[in-house]
């Protein structure tokens, strides 16, 4: 079966960094596309960040642009999110997602999350 | 970006009820509308795409119709496993923005 399992996060200090990790299982890594979807505490979900499933092209929301940068090693089947300065406003729990890359880009696969806590 | 919005933002039901969730887009997305349900401390589950087509193990109960810039979730009649937040998501506008609705709470009445 499909499992998702994200790590990396944790507390870290407002300009810091963090890189999440995903690791993925029980289906074809390298032919799928790969989200980063967060949720802040008690609000709703918000699209972060899509690979293509060669990592050729990426995707951000304006609001990562230029800090976080999505990536992926097809070799591990691993996908990763460098998060640089690091604002309170990007706490929230970060879910990696398996989607399609084609018509409806829906996500049919979901990790459990981790959390990343931003705060002095 | 493409705006989606849900309404109502939430709602009380009782088991058996039938329920109809409500999204609207701020442009056509044609029929690429997916829906999600989303119980507390848990992961987002996919339950509908392509605005009518049930994601495999998905309840009967469980529909979704629409076009354009209107689309509904209907539950026929809830259980008390439906209990849950509920999110619509466009892929129209996609890779550059994806978006999702600000969901609706589902609670018991």
């Known amino acids: 079966q499909v499992q998702l399992v994200e790590s990396g996060g944790g507390v870290v200090q407002p300009g810091g960094s963090l890189r999440l990790s995903c690791v993925a299982s029980g289906f074809t890594f390298s032919t799928y596309g790969m989200h980063w979807v967060r949720q802040a505490p008690g609000k709703g979900l918000e699209w972060v960040s899509l690979?293509?499933?060669?990592?050729?092209?990426?995707y951000y929301v304006d609001s990562v642009k230029g800090r976080f940068a999505i990536s992926r090693d097809n070799s591990r089947n691993t996908l990763y999110l460098q998060m640089n300065s690091l604002r309170v406003e990007d706490t929230a729990v970060y879910y990696c997602a398996r989607g399609l890359l084609y018509g409806d880009y829906r996500m049919d696969s979901w990790g459990q999350g981790t959390l990343v806590t931003v705060s002095s | 970006d493409i705006q989606m919005a849900q309404s109502p933002s939430s709602l009380s039901a009782s088991v058996g009820d039938r329920v109809t969730i409500t999204c609207r887009a701020s442009q056509s997305v044609r029929n690429y509308l997916n829906w999600y349900q989303q119980k507390p401390g848990k992961a987002p589950k996919l339950l509908i795409y392509s605005v009518s087509s049930l994601e495999s193990g998905v309840p009967s109960r469980f529909s979704g119709s629409g076009s354009g810039t209107e689309f509904t979730l209907t539950i026929s009649s809830l259980q008390p496993e439906d209990f849950a937040t509920y999110y619509c998501?466009?892929?129209?506008?996609?890779?550059?923005?994806?978006?999702f609705g600000q969901g609706t709470r589902l609670e018991i009445k």
């Open positions: 690979v293509w499933y060669d990592g050729g092209n990426k």
């Open positions: 998501q466009q892929g129209y506008n996609t890779p550059r923005g994806i978006t």
